[in-house]
């Protein structure tokens, strides 16, 4: 009786001390973890841009002169040779009141030597006629030779010099007219106003279609040349201006792909790069930081029917492809800490995290790609916090990134 409960009572204690060291042991340290899985992978230097035309057109006044009101709004669709806008000759300054009556004396005096050269040019018609017919009547005696020979030729020469002067009446005659005209052209323009309906007007034609970008002026006025009216492009040829860091500009090569994200359509638009300009700029980012931009050209490969709603300015977010593959191994960044002189990870084992020595390669965002020291499947803990060490029990909730 004494043997038997001597055992219960070593069972009984082996018990207790049991309980006792399972009550004691550390609790399971709570992780998040995820598989380690191949996927697709690129890695890729990502930027804000802006949308720009390739050949916009600046239209400007070519002379000076008065605007006429631009019906043309923005938004509005042009064909090549559509007329933009129409200019008309600038009015003359407007007469102060000794200088009008100068400008009436002198088209009075512009009527009259009108009218005198009028009737000089009726009297040299009727010399030339005269002429004439003295000419024709000795020539036929001349033929019955009633006449001289040398009287003769001293009628041609009357005749020709008569002729002469009935050429300078009538040029006279036009030259009254015309300083009569621009006698009375001074009078009709007093007070600044055009003469109604003899203006010659300038049309400005559009030299390409597409639509109206900006318009600088709308109401009729007084115009300089040079001066900007409106700004005129094809949308079609819209692409994108990406403005990024040198150091990622030296990896960003012509005709790499690039993505285009956040433009406000249901799905992303493809796109080329066209060019990388050879020249930077300095921008101080919104921390305060200067730093060195370069500008880089992007061509749309999409179709236009994908992107029709897009304008000039408009806000796109660019991930240029440097690099990508089909089956690739890899962990989110956030799995990777520093050990002495290499990258590690923890993987769970056993309900145990097990530190593992990896070899990685690019980056991609949040993702890392994982060259050695893992395999697929195999649950790696994400965000190791300080409690985690090699070897510790841990209770892991698996989660999809």
Not at 119 to 133: G, I, K, P
Not at 191 to 205: D, I, N
Not at 275 to 293: K, N, T, Y
């Amino acid at each position: 009786m004494k043997i038997k409960k001597r055992i219960v009572l070593v069972l009984l204690g082996t018990a207790a001390v049991a309980a006792l060291i399972v009550a004691l042991r550390p609790a399971p340290v709570p992780a998040n973890a995820i598989i380690a899985e191949r996927d697709s992978f690129s890695e890729y230097v990502e930027e804000e841009g802006r949308t720009a035309l390739r050949d916009p057109y600046t239209v400007s006044a070519p002379i000076a002169g008065h605007l006429r009101r631009v019906a043309l709004e923005v938004g509005d669709g042009i064909e090549a040779g559509e007329v933009l806008f129409e200019l008309e000759p600038g009015a003359v300054p407007a007469l102060d009141a000794r200088s009008l009556e100068r400008a009436r004396a002198e088209a009075g005096a512009a009527q009259s030597r009108l009218q005198t050269a009028e009737a000089e040019l009726e009297a040299r018609e009727s010399e030339a006629e005269y002429a004439d017919r003295e000419y024709e009547r000795n020539r036929i005696l001349h033929e019955r030779e009633a006449v001289s020979a040398a009287h003769l030729d001293l009628l041609r020469d009357r005749r020709n010099r008569a002729r002469s002067a009935l050429r300078a009446a009538s040029n006279a005659v036009d030259t009254a007219r015309f300083e009569l005209r621009n006698a009375r052209a001074v009078l009709e323009v007093t007070q600044g106003r055009r003469p109604a309906g003899r203006e010659s007007v300038l049309a400005v034609r559009a030299p390409l279609g597409g639509k109206v970008l900006a318009r600088h002026r709308r109401d009729e006025g007084v115009i300089q040349p040079g001066e900007v009216v409106m700004e005129i492009g094809d949308l079609s040829q819209l692409e994108v201006r990406v403005d990024v860091l040198s150091m990622d500009a030296v990896r960003i090569e012509e005709d790499m792909r690039v993505v285009l994200t956040r433009w406000g359509g249901e799905k992303d638009l493809n796109a080329r790069v066209r060019r990388v300009e050879p020249a930077g700029f300095e921008r101080v980012s919104a921390l305060g930081v200067e730093e060195q931009r370069v500008p880089v050209w992007v061509s749309l490969d999409a179709p236009r029917e994908e992107w029709g709603r897009l304008g000039t300015g408009y806000r796109v977010e660019a991930r240029f492809i440097l690099w990508e593959d089909e089956e690739v191994l890899q962990i989110p960044t956030s799995a990777l800490f520093r050990r002495e002189d290499e990258w590690a990870v923890f993987v769970v084992r056993d309900g145990r995290a097990v530190m593992r020595p990896v070899g990685i390669g690019r980056r991609s965002g949040l993702w890392t790609q994982v060259i050695s020291g893992i395999e697929s499947g195999e649950k790696v803990v994400t965000h190791p916090g300080a409690r985690i060490e090699d070897g510790v029990r841990v209770r892991t909730e698996v989660r999809a990134y």
